[in-house]
């Protein structure tokens, strides 16, 4: 959230940075509610002063054994008048924070300038993209057939846009997820956490997914508790309120979780297979940066979830987002696209974004300098990665013209008995 400071100094200034990325933030409604806390700020400290002034005239008629009740009377209603104004004060307050906590983070001076995703500029490829001699086939018409999800099912036990995987396909995500956690551990230098999969309100709001979100979040309304969309918003968290020693940072967290999202608005895209579901787990990355650092952090970062998609041998290119299709609270974000043959394009596997001090501020999450005051760190994530979106990758670019799916080389050791997946008859009902 931005501090009422910068919405009463720079509101012009803010809403020039933020450009396109503003047009839903209702700039004249946000001018008039500072210039009304500005002008009962005033009053209220003019009045303070005039009770300040009747405070010290009543004592001195007490040393003058003068009568009191006349300008104790004057007091007390002064005091209402105090009390009032200041009741004003803070609804005003309170429309303010909740239109403030509305306005998305400033782009990085480097971030592209466009509308959406057409306007994104690509940065890199990696990888060589497959040829086959037969048609390529979809991830959930591979995976049907190979026996390892069955949609049908997960829709009769919960409802559309969610999945069942079994046998080798439960077996394949676990391996994914070990894979990913270990490469992150061990080679990149993250300490792996394992968070609640349930967070509150205020967590929701550190992070940027509510208010402007909600719409999107599975709430437990008795509760006021939600389920996560991210470990991003429990692993974030950890320091909602807390001061940390210049001498941790950076400090870099990796956490495996289901994630839960209702995509409302996004019906009728991606309806069948893995690409869009309501429940899917995630490796996610979390840094906790110095501000003078965290542009290099957040290179760092990228390349570590890069590192997940070289060692699976799995082509990709690497897109800079445009200030129309990032996200809410990113002030710079990369996607990291994997090749689907079956769609002949690159889908999104990863998003790696740096908020700079954006999350912290709302979260309340600085760090203490060798010298000078606490200050705001800048915070980081990234998806190291998407667990069922990599498993749909592997299916397709893996795919063998018997039907067959080959298991990649690195995660060999965890199917110590076979190297490949091959086809077999479904179960009947």
């Known amino acids: ?26 700039w004249t409604l946000v001018q008039k509610l500072t210039e009304q806390r500005r002008e009962l700020i005033a009053r209220v400290e003019e009045l303070r002063g005039q009770l300040k002034r009747g405070s010290d005239k009543v004592a001195k008629l007490k040393r003058e054994k003068q009568p009191t009740d006349e300008a104790t009377t004057e007091l007390r209603a002064l005091g209402d008048r105090i009390q009032d104004i200041e009741g004003q004060l803070r609804e005003v307050e309170e429309q303010l924070q909740t239109q403030a906590l509305r306005i998305p983070n400033v782009p990085h001076e480097s971030v592209p300038q466009g509308a ?220 990291l696209e994997v090749w689907l043959p079956s769609q002949q394009t690159y889908r999104e596997v990863s998003s790696c974004s740096n908020f700079e001090a954006f999350q912290a501020r709302r979260a309340n999450i600085r760090y203490r300098p060798k010298q000078g005051k606490p200050n705001h760190v800048h915070t980081l994530n990234g998806s190291g990665l998407a667990v069922g979106r990599t498993l749909v990758a592997i299916l397709e670019n893996y795919q063998q013209a018997d039907g067959s799916v080959a298991i990649p080389d690195v995660l060999h050791c965890y199917f110590p008995d076979t190297t490949s997946m091959t086809p077999r008859i479904k179960p009947k009902a």
């Open 1 to 26: 959230m931005y501090d009422f400071r910068v919405l009463k100094d720079q509101l012009a200034q803010l809403q020039e940075n933020l450009g396109s990325r503003g047009k839903d933030v209702p």
């Open 116 to 335: 959406d995703a057409a306007d994104n500029k690509e940065v890199r490829r990696w990888g060589t993209i497959p040829t086959f001699d037969f048609s390529p086939r979809s991830h959930d018409d591979l995976g049907e057939a190979l026996g390892i999800f069955d949609f049908e099912r997960a829709s009769k036990l919960t409802g559309a846009r969610f999945s069942l995987s079994l046998g080798f396909g439960a077996k394949l995500e676990r391996a994914l997820a070990n894979f990913m956690l270990d490469l992150h551990t061990r080679e990149h230098g993250y300490t792996e956490v394992l968070p609640p999969f349930i967070v509150n309100r205020a967590s929701m709001t550190g992070t940027g997914q509510l208010p402007k979100f909600e719409d999107d979040a599975f709430h437990l309304v008795s509760e006021d508790y939600f389920l996560i969309p991210t470990a991003e918003v429990p692993v974030t968290n950890i320091f909602q309120n807390e001061i940390i020693s210049e001498t941790d940072l950076p400090i870099r967290y990796v956490a495996h979780t289901p994630c839960f999202r209702r995509e409302a608005g996004s019906y009728g895209q991606d309806t069948k297979g893995l690409i869009r579901v309501h429940q899917f787990n995630k490796v996610e990355l979390v840094t906790f940066s110095k501000p003078e650092e965290s542009y290099e952090a957040h290179e760092d970062l990228t390349t570590a979830a890069e590192k997940v998609l070289q060692a699976l041998n799995l082509p990709y290119r690497v897109m800079a987002l445009c200030t129309g299709d990032m996200g809410f609270a990113a002030a710079k974000t990369y996607d």
